[in-house]
């Protein structure tokens, strides 16, 4: 990185930690977009870390995610808390860039001072999250937001990778899920710290509730933690404050148990994505120019060779050169 763009990248992170509202989106689209200005941001930035609370919100699609989360944010802004809030959307396939815009679906946020919103793709990432969302959720504590609530894609079961990053994990359902409950079972049931029932002025609502606490005094048994369950009408902010209340009191169970639960507190998690990444982007491309990559995949392709072996094979190249 040359004096000029290290001196310039400097002056822009320091601008936006520092509250500068032009600044923080310009240092959030560089750290998305470019590893290399995201690796050296996350340098400098990692030391003023560790204070932002941050909150998952996940769930099947239709369960009212986005509109829960901004009745919330209401809530906790009107108590003085500072709420960024980082919206992962699926990727266009033309662009790349979120489908959804975060100003279509929180309109009403967007004047308050103490609240952000940043919409992310995920860029074909699998796991409900974008390959970049763990470091601009750094950007966002180093910021000093108060809280950083990260809703994910809401694609199901594939939608753990929240679990990685957050500190207290919401799954949100709504009436019209109970024929699928069961198929969720090894998923959200899970990983969900509260679970919040929406849009409860439907028919079902309650039974939905009462499933809910049925499956977790199975599920949950041995945690120590017992998830909350919580009724809500989003769009009426009935059962907000309730929800609000819930979280801090997993925020204090959290503090109180010194669990080192979610991504940005478990040092061990971070190692491990990093390493992942830096094998990604080290190997991967020297893999695939291998001329014998292609020729083992027309061998896959033809059914002459597994994958396994391909990939052993591969590999072993690799470790002796």
Request: overall charge negative; proline content about 3%; hydrophobic content about 40%.
């Amino acid at each position: 990185m040359n004096v000029t763009r290290e001196r310039s990248l400097n002056e822009l992170i320091e601008d936006a930690v520092k509250g500068d509202r032009r600044s923080l989106p310009r240092l959030i689209s560089k750290v998305e977009n470019d590893r290399d200005v995201a690796k050296e941001t996350i340098k400098i930035l990692y030391s003023r870390t560790g204070r932002a609370f941050v909150v998952g919100v996940t769930g099947p699609p239709g369960s009212g995610k986005s509109t829960l989360i901004a009745a919330l944010t209401k809530e906790l802004s009107s108590a003085g808390k500072k709420v960024a809030i980082v919206a992962i959307d699926p990727s266009s396939m033309f662009s790349g860039g979120a489908l959804l815009g975060d100003r279509i679906r929180m309109n009403e946020l967007t004047e308050d001072p103490n609240v952000f919103i940043r919409s992310m793709a995920t860029r074909g990432s699998g796991g409900g999250l974008s390959r970049a969302t763990a470091d601009v959720v750094r950007v966002l504590d180093a910021a000093s937001w108060n809280y950083v609530i990260v809703e994910t894609v809401g694609a199901g079961q594939t939608d753990l990778d929240i679990v990685e990053l957050a500190q207290t994990v919401i799954v949100v359902v709504s009436p019209g899920w109970g024929d699928e409950i069961q198929a969720f079972k090894a998923g959200l049931m899970e990983i969900g710290d509260i679970f919040v029932v929406n849009k409860s002025d439907l028919e079902g609502a309650n039974r939905i509730l009462l499933d809910i606490r049925g499956m977790l005094r199975t599920y949950g048994s041995e945690r120590t933690w017992q998830p909350k369950v919580v009724l809500t009408n989003s769009l009426k902010s009935t059962g907000i404050v309730e929800l609000a209340t819930a979280i801090q009191e997993h925020q204090e169970y959290i503090a109180k148990s010194g669990l080192a639960k979610g991504q940005l507190m478990d040092g061990e998690a971070q190692l491990l994505a990093a390493i992942r990444e830096e094998l990604e982007f080290e190997f991967i491309p020297e893999l695939r120019r291998n001329p014998t990559f292609a020729e083992y995949g027309e061998k896959i392709t033809e059914h002459a060779m597994d994958p396994y072996t391909a990939a052993a094979s591969l590999i072993s190249a690799l470790r002796r050169k």
